[in-house]
Protein backbone atom coordinates (compact mmCIF):
# COMPACT_ATOMS: atom_id res chain seq x y z
CA UNK A 1 0.00 0.00 0.00
CA UNK A 2 2.74 2.22 -0.67
CA UNK A 3 5.84 3.89 1.70
CA UNK A 4 4.49 4.16 5.72
CA UNK A 5 4.98 7.56 6.68
CA UNK A 6 6.43 8.32 10.19
CA UNK A 7 4.58 11.43 11.41
CA UNK A 8 1.55 13.37 10.74
CA UNK A 9 1.20 17.07 11.77
CA UNK A 10 -0.51 17.54 15.48
CA UNK A 11 -3.06 19.58 14.46
CA UNK A 12 -4.82 16.51 12.51
CA UNK A 13 -6.06 15.11 15.11
CA UNK A 14 -10.13 15.20 15.41
CA UNK A 15 -10.80 14.20 19.23
CA UNK A 16 -9.12 15.12 21.68
CA UNK A 17 -7.44 12.39 24.11
CA UNK A 18 -9.20 10.16 26.31
CA UNK A 19 -6.99 9.25 28.87
CA UNK A 20 -7.53 5.35 30.60
CA UNK A 21 -7.22 4.49 34.15
CA UNK A 22 -3.71 3.52 35.09
CA UNK A 23 -3.23 0.46 37.67
CA UNK A 24 -3.96 -3.25 37.48
CA UNK A 25 -6.87 -4.99 35.78
CA UNK A 26 -8.79 -8.32 37.43
CA UNK A 27 -8.48 -10.94 34.40
CA UNK A 28 -11.24 -10.90 31.71
CA UNK A 29 -13.87 -13.77 31.86
CA UNK A 30 -15.86 -14.41 28.49
CA UNK A 31 -18.62 -17.21 29.49
CA UNK A 32 -21.04 -18.78 26.98
CA UNK A 33 -24.11 -19.60 28.73
CA UNK A 34 -27.84 -21.71 27.35
CA UNK A 35 -30.80 -19.96 27.45
CA UNK A 36 -31.91 -22.03 30.36
CA UNK A 37 -28.59 -20.75 32.42
CA UNK A 38 -26.36 -23.51 31.74
CA UNK A 39 -22.43 -22.59 31.66
CA UNK A 40 -20.94 -24.01 28.57
CA UNK A 41 -17.58 -23.06 28.98
CA UNK A 42 -15.26 -20.17 30.19
CA UNK A 43 -12.49 -18.47 28.44
CA UNK A 44 -9.87 -15.86 30.93
CA UNK A 45 -7.83 -13.97 29.19
CA UNK A 46 -5.26 -13.94 31.69
CA UNK A 47 -3.25 -10.92 32.74
CA UNK A 48 -2.07 -10.11 29.74
CA UNK A 49 -4.90 -8.86 28.76
CA UNK A 50 -6.41 -5.13 30.11
CA UNK A 51 -10.28 -5.41 31.67
CA UNK A 52 -12.22 -2.58 29.98
CA UNK A 53 -14.84 -1.48 26.85
CA UNK A 54 -11.51 -0.41 24.95
CA UNK A 55 -9.55 -3.69 24.97
CA UNK A 56 -11.83 -7.07 24.52
CA UNK A 57 -13.88 -6.38 20.96
CA UNK A 58 -15.47 -10.16 20.49
CA UNK A 59 -17.49 -11.28 17.67
CA UNK A 60 -19.90 -14.46 17.42
CA UNK A 61 -20.56 -15.39 13.78
CA UNK A 62 -20.50 -18.58 11.87
CA UNK A 63 -17.37 -17.74 10.05
CA UNK A 64 -16.91 -21.18 8.16
CA UNK A 65 -20.42 -21.99 7.52
CA UNK A 66 -20.91 -25.28 9.21
CA UNK A 67 -24.17 -23.73 11.09
CA UNK A 68 -22.36 -23.24 14.16
CA UNK A 69 -20.96 -19.99 15.85
CA UNK A 70 -17.52 -19.26 16.43
CA UNK A 71 -16.44 -16.61 18.83
CA UNK A 72 -13.35 -14.83 17.65
CA UNK A 73 -11.19 -12.24 20.00
CA UNK A 74 -7.72 -10.75 20.70
CA UNK A 75 -5.73 -13.57 23.31
CA UNK A 76 -1.99 -13.19 24.73
CA UNK A 77 0.09 -15.32 26.82
CA UNK A 78 -1.63 -16.90 29.50
CA UNK A 79 -5.19 -16.72 27.60
CA UNK A 80 -6.97 -20.59 28.69
CA UNK A 81 -9.58 -21.71 26.60
CA UNK A 82 -13.19 -23.02 27.15
CA UNK A 83 -10.85 -26.58 27.20
CA UNK A 84 -8.52 -25.46 29.44
CA UNK A 85 -6.03 -24.90 26.50
CA UNK A 86 -3.21 -22.09 27.60
CA UNK A 87 -1.84 -19.52 24.66
CA UNK A 88 1.68 -19.02 24.77
CA UNK A 89 3.52 -18.63 28.69
CA UNK A 90 1.42 -19.42 31.13
CA UNK A 91 3.96 -17.80 33.39
CA UNK A 92 4.76 -13.71 31.39
CA UNK A 93 3.86 -10.85 32.94
CA UNK A 94 3.86 -8.36 30.26
CA UNK A 95 2.33 -5.35 32.82
CA UNK A 96 4.69 -1.91 33.28
CA UNK A 97 4.20 -0.82 36.76
CA UNK A 98 1.26 1.94 35.64
CA UNK A 99 -0.88 -1.74 34.62
CA UNK A 100 -0.48 -0.64 30.97
CA UNK A 101 0.78 -3.71 28.20
CA UNK A 102 3.10 -2.56 26.16
CA UNK A 103 5.31 -5.31 25.56
CA UNK A 104 4.75 -8.88 24.53
CA UNK A 105 3.11 -10.95 21.91
CA UNK A 106 -0.52 -10.37 20.71
CA UNK A 107 -2.95 -13.05 19.31
CA UNK A 108 -5.78 -13.14 17.38
CA UNK A 109 -8.03 -16.34 18.18
CA UNK A 110 -10.89 -17.84 17.01
CA UNK A 111 -12.68 -20.16 19.62
CA UNK A 112 -14.95 -22.95 18.88
CA UNK A 113 -18.43 -21.68 20.07
CA UNK A 114 -19.86 -25.26 21.10
CA UNK A 115 -16.66 -25.96 23.91
CA UNK A 116 -14.64 -22.84 23.74
CA UNK A 117 -11.71 -24.78 22.28
CA UNK A 118 -9.08 -22.74 20.32
CA UNK A 119 -9.48 -23.55 16.94
CA UNK A 120 -7.09 -21.03 15.16
CA UNK A 121 -4.17 -18.51 16.75
CA UNK A 122 -2.09 -16.33 14.71
CA UNK A 123 -0.18 -13.02 15.17
CA UNK A 124 -2.47 -10.10 16.27
CA UNK A 125 -2.50 -7.08 12.97
CA UNK A 126 -1.79 -4.87 13.05
CA UNK A 127 1.00 -4.65 15.97
CA UNK A 128 1.91 -2.96 18.55
CA UNK A 129 4.83 -1.50 16.86
CA UNK A 130 6.28 1.56 18.16
CA UNK A 131 3.32 2.64 21.15
CA UNK A 132 4.11 6.62 20.07
CA UNK A 133 3.31 5.60 16.83
CA UNK A 134 -0.25 5.26 17.60
CA UNK A 135 -0.80 9.17 19.31
CA UNK A 136 0.70 8.86 22.74
CA UNK A 137 3.70 7.46 24.87
CA UNK A 138 2.15 5.81 27.63
CA UNK A 139 -0.52 2.95 25.92
CA UNK A 140 -3.89 4.93 25.46
CA UNK A 141 -4.23 4.99 21.67
CA UNK A 142 -2.21 1.46 21.16
CA UNK A 143 -4.77 -0.20 23.02
CA UNK A 144 -7.92 0.84 21.42
CA UNK A 145 -9.24 -1.64 19.14
CA UNK A 146 -12.90 -2.74 17.08
CA UNK A 147 -14.24 -5.61 15.61
CA UNK A 148 -16.60 -6.33 13.39
CA UNK A 149 -18.20 -8.93 10.49
CA UNK A 150 -18.39 -8.10 7.00
CA UNK A 151 -19.38 -10.27 3.97
CA UNK A 152 -16.11 -8.45 1.91
CA UNK A 153 -16.85 -11.12 -0.98
CA UNK A 154 -20.78 -10.46 -1.04
CA UNK A 155 -21.22 -14.39 -0.22
CA UNK A 156 -18.66 -15.36 3.05
CA UNK A 157 -18.63 -13.49 6.10
CA UNK A 158 -14.95 -12.24 7.01
CA UNK A 159 -13.98 -11.02 10.49
CA UNK A 160 -12.47 -7.75 10.80
CA UNK A 161 -9.78 -6.35 13.38
CA UNK A 162 -8.84 -3.03 14.17
CA UNK A 163 -6.42 -1.04 16.01
CA UNK A 164 -6.08 2.59 17.16
CA UNK A 165 -8.19 5.61 16.65
CA UNK A 166 -8.42 9.56 17.26
CA UNK A 167 -4.48 9.19 15.09
CA UNK A 168 -3.47 6.37 13.36
CA UNK A 169 -5.96 3.60 12.65
CA UNK A 170 -5.10 0.29 11.36
CA UNK A 171 -7.92 -2.58 9.97
CA UNK A 172 -7.32 -6.42 9.28
CA UNK A 173 -9.92 -8.89 7.55
CA UNK A 174 -9.65 -12.31 8.19
CA UNK A 175 -11.03 -15.27 6.71
CA UNK A 176 -11.84 -18.37 8.94
CA UNK A 177 -11.90 -21.60 5.97
CA UNK A 178 -10.41 -24.94 6.72
CA UNK A 179 -10.03 -24.80 10.28
CA UNK A 180 -7.24 -21.82 10.00
CA UNK A 181 -7.38 -17.77 10.05
CA UNK A 182 -6.25 -16.14 6.89
CA UNK A 183 -5.55 -12.68 6.42
CA UNK A 184 -7.42 -10.89 3.77
CA UNK A 185 -5.71 -7.25 3.71
CA UNK A 186 -4.92 -4.75 6.21
CA UNK A 187 -5.56 -1.21 5.65
CA UNK A 188 -3.29 1.71 7.51
CA UNK A 189 -4.03 5.32 7.40
CA UNK A 190 -0.11 6.16 7.98
CA UNK A 191 0.21 4.43 4.44
CA UNK A 192 0.69 6.15 1.54
CA UNK A 193 -2.59 6.92 -0.36
CA UNK A 194 -4.36 6.83 2.78
CA UNK A 195 -3.90 9.79 4.42
CA UNK A 196 -7.60 10.53 4.39
CA UNK A 197 -8.53 8.34 7.32
CA UNK A 198 -5.88 9.07 9.51
CA UNK A 199 -7.00 11.22 12.36
CA UNK A 200 -11.15 10.61 11.46
CA UNK A 201 -11.41 7.74 14.29
CA UNK A 202 -14.09 7.10 16.37
CA UNK A 203 -15.22 4.89 18.69
CA UNK A 204 -17.01 2.64 16.32
CA UNK A 205 -17.33 0.72 12.91
CA UNK A 206 -19.82 0.44 10.86
CA UNK A 207 -20.41 -2.10 7.94
CA UNK A 208 -22.45 -1.66 4.92
CA UNK A 209 -22.29 -1.77 1.32
CA UNK A 210 -22.30 2.06 0.35
CA UNK A 211 -21.62 1.74 -3.06
CA UNK A 212 -19.67 4.98 -4.36
CA UNK A 213 -17.05 4.30 -1.52
CA UNK A 214 -14.70 3.42 -4.63
CA UNK A 215 -14.20 7.14 -4.99
CA UNK A 216 -13.98 8.26 -1.25
CA UNK A 217 -15.90 11.12 -2.86
CA UNK A 218 -17.20 13.58 -0.15
CA UNK A 219 -21.26 14.12 -0.46
CA UNK A 220 -21.60 16.68 1.55
CA UNK A 221 -20.53 17.90 5.13
CA UNK A 222 -20.85 20.43 7.22
CA UNK A 223 -17.61 22.37 8.17
CA UNK A 224 -16.47 23.58 12.04
CA UNK A 225 -18.49 20.87 13.39
CA UNK A 226 -18.47 21.35 17.20
CA UNK A 227 -15.32 23.59 16.83
CA UNK A 228 -11.83 21.31 16.68
CA UNK A 229 -13.06 18.30 18.38
CA UNK A 230 -15.80 17.72 16.12
CA UNK A 231 -19.33 16.58 16.71
CA UNK A 232 -20.00 14.57 19.68
CA UNK A 233 -22.53 12.47 18.20
CA UNK A 234 -24.44 12.31 14.95
CA UNK A 235 -27.43 9.86 13.63
CA UNK A 236 -28.96 9.44 10.13
CA UNK A 237 -32.44 7.51 9.78
CA UNK A 238 -35.93 8.72 8.75
CA UNK A 239 -37.51 10.58 11.11
CA UNK A 240 -40.00 12.77 9.62
CA UNK A 241 -42.31 11.66 6.80
CA UNK A 242 -42.29 15.44 5.32
CA UNK A 243 -38.79 14.92 3.96
CA UNK A 244 -37.83 11.74 1.33
CA UNK A 245 -35.29 9.38 2.41
CA UNK A 246 -32.93 9.82 5.58
CA UNK A 247 -32.51 12.68 7.42
CA UNK A 248 -29.37 14.04 9.55
CA UNK A 249 -28.51 16.01 12.30
CA UNK A 250 -26.18 15.70 15.62
CA UNK A 251 -24.41 17.11 18.39
CA UNK A 252 -22.27 20.14 17.16
CA UNK A 253 -22.22 24.13 16.33
CA UNK A 254 -23.36 23.62 12.66
CA UNK A 255 -25.40 20.11 12.97
CA UNK A 256 -27.81 20.97 15.42
CA UNK A 257 -30.78 21.26 12.91
CA UNK A 258 -32.30 18.70 10.31
CA UNK A 259 -30.20 18.05 6.93
CA UNK A 260 -31.70 15.80 4.44
CA UNK A 261 -29.47 13.41 2.03
CA UNK A 262 -28.23 16.86 -0.27
CA UNK A 263 -27.17 18.26 3.11
CA UNK A 264 -30.00 21.10 2.50
CA UNK A 265 -31.66 21.87 5.83
CA UNK A 266 -35.43 20.58 6.25
CA UNK A 267 -36.17 21.00 10.03
CA UNK A 268 -35.69 21.87 13.49
CA UNK A 269 -33.44 20.32 15.68
CA UNK A 270 -34.65 17.14 17.10
CA UNK A 271 -34.79 16.76 21.27
CA UNK A 272 -31.65 13.88 20.82
CA UNK A 273 -28.87 12.87 18.69
CA UNK A 274 -28.62 9.18 20.38
CA UNK A 275 -30.18 5.60 19.42
CA UNK A 276 -33.27 5.52 17.19
CA UNK A 277 -36.30 2.64 17.22
CA UNK A 278 -39.15 1.97 14.84
CA UNK A 279 -41.48 2.08 17.63
CA UNK A 280 -44.76 2.75 16.72
CA UNK A 281 -46.16 0.72 14.30
CA UNK A 282 -45.36 3.35 11.02
CA UNK A 283 -42.12 2.98 8.72
CA UNK A 284 -40.48 6.00 10.25
CA UNK A 285 -38.44 5.72 13.49
CA UNK A 286 -38.43 7.32 16.81
CA UNK A 287 -35.93 8.58 18.73
CA UNK A 288 -34.75 6.70 21.43
CA UNK A 289 -32.77 8.43 24.40
CA UNK A 290 -32.12 6.44 27.62
CA UNK A 291 -35.75 5.27 28.87
CA UNK A 292 -37.45 7.76 26.77
CA UNK A 293 -38.98 7.42 23.12
CA UNK A 294 -40.39 10.17 21.38
CA UNK A 295 -41.49 10.97 17.74
CA UNK A 296 -40.30 13.99 15.81
CA UNK A 297 -42.94 16.78 14.75
CA UNK A 298 -42.79 19.69 12.70
CA UNK A 299 -43.11 21.64 15.97
CA UNK A 300 -42.13 19.36 18.52
CA UNK A 301 -41.70 15.71 19.31
CA UNK A 302 -43.96 14.14 20.79
CA UNK A 303 -43.29 11.35 23.64
CA UNK A 304 -44.27 8.00 23.25
CA UNK A 305 -42.71 6.62 26.34
CA UNK A 306 -41.28 7.42 29.23
CA UNK A 307 -39.73 4.21 30.89
CA UNK A 308 -40.12 3.50 34.52
CA UNK A 309 -38.23 1.57 37.05
CA UNK A 310 -35.70 0.78 33.81
CA UNK A 311 -32.17 1.23 34.03
CA UNK A 312 -30.62 3.69 30.74
CA UNK A 313 -27.91 1.24 30.31
CA UNK A 314 -29.94 -1.27 27.92
CA UNK A 315 -33.16 0.60 27.44
CA UNK A 316 -36.55 -0.05 28.16
CA UNK A 317 -36.56 -4.09 26.92
CA UNK A 318 -40.24 -3.28 26.24
CA UNK A 319 -42.39 -4.80 23.64
CA UNK A 320 -42.74 -3.64 20.07
CA UNK A 321 -45.90 -2.12 19.50
CA UNK A 322 -48.37 -3.96 17.13
CA UNK A 323 -48.28 -2.71 13.42
CA UNK A 324 -49.72 -3.23 9.87
CA UNK A 325 -46.48 -3.05 8.36
CA UNK A 326 -45.33 -6.54 7.63
CA UNK A 327 -41.52 -7.70 6.59
CA UNK A 328 -38.97 -10.27 6.83
CA UNK A 329 -37.38 -10.43 9.90
CA UNK A 330 -34.43 -7.70 10.05
CA UNK A 331 -32.06 -10.77 11.15
CA UNK A 332 -32.36 -12.01 7.42
CA UNK A 333 -30.90 -9.06 6.40
CA UNK A 334 -27.12 -9.44 6.31
CA UNK A 335 -26.41 -5.79 6.16
CA UNK A 336 -28.26 -5.74 9.69
CA UNK A 337 -27.35 -9.41 10.85
CA UNK A 338 -23.32 -7.76 10.78
CA UNK A 339 -24.75 -4.61 12.30
CA UNK A 340 -25.65 -6.93 15.18
CA UNK A 341 -22.40 -8.60 15.66
CA UNK A 342 -20.58 -5.41 16.05
CA UNK A 343 -23.31 -4.31 18.66
CA UNK A 344 -20.57 -5.36 21.58
CA UNK A 345 -18.11 -3.31 19.99
CA UNK A 346 -16.87 -0.16 22.27
CA UNK A 347 -19.44 2.70 21.75
CA UNK A 348 -22.01 0.86 19.77
CA UNK A 349 -24.17 2.74 17.32
CA UNK A 350 -27.44 2.15 15.35
CA UNK A 351 -27.95 -0.33 13.28
CA UNK A 352 -29.08 -0.20 9.75
CA UNK A 353 -30.71 -2.75 7.51
CA UNK A 354 -29.34 -3.05 3.78
CA UNK A 355 -32.76 -1.77 2.37
CA UNK A 356 -34.72 1.71 3.04
CA UNK A 357 -37.41 1.55 5.98
CA UNK A 358 -39.42 4.45 6.13
CA UNK A 359 -42.06 6.52 4.75
CA UNK A 360 -42.72 5.87 1.10
CA UNK A 361 -40.46 2.32 1.16
CA UNK A 362 -40.67 0.03 -1.47
CA UNK A 363 -41.50 -3.54 -1.16
CA UNK A 364 -38.60 -4.90 1.04
CA UNK A 365 -36.61 -7.59 -0.64
CA UNK A 366 -37.24 -11.36 -0.39
CA UNK A 367 -34.36 -12.48 1.92
CA UNK A 368 -32.08 -15.00 -0.17
CA UNK A 369 -31.96 -17.38 2.63
CA UNK A 370 -31.58 -21.51 3.10
CA UNK A 371 -31.65 -24.25 5.88
CA UNK A 372 -29.66 -27.13 6.39
Same mark, same amino acid.
Given at each position: ?? #????? $????? %? *? /?????? @? +? =???????????????????????????????????????????????????????GTRSG?????????????????????????? #????? $????? %? *? /?????? @? +? =?????????????????????????????????ARGYY???????????????????????????????????????????????? #????????????GAEGP????????????????????????????????????????????????????????????????????????????????????????? #????????????????????????????????????????????????????
Amino acid at each position: MG #TTRSS $RPSGR %L *S /TPLRRT @P +R =GYTGNVYVDAYTLTGTRLWRIDLGRNIRAGAHYTQFQVYDYDGDGDAEVAMKTADGTRSGTGQTIGSSSADHRNSSGYILAGPEYL #TMFDG $RSGAV %L *S /TVNYDP @P +R =GTVSSWGDSYGNRVDRFLAATAYLDGERPSLIMARGYYTRAVVAAWDFRNGTLTKRWTFDSNNSGSSAAYGQGNHNLSVADVHDAR #TGQVIWQRPNNGGAEGPGRGVAGDIDAGSAGAEFWGAGTTMTNLFNTGGSLVGRTPSSANFLAWWDGDTTRELLDGTRIGKYGTSGDTRLLTGSSVSANNGTKSTP #TPTGTRIHTLLHDPQYRVAIAWQNTAYNQPPHPGFHIGDGMATPPTPNIYLR
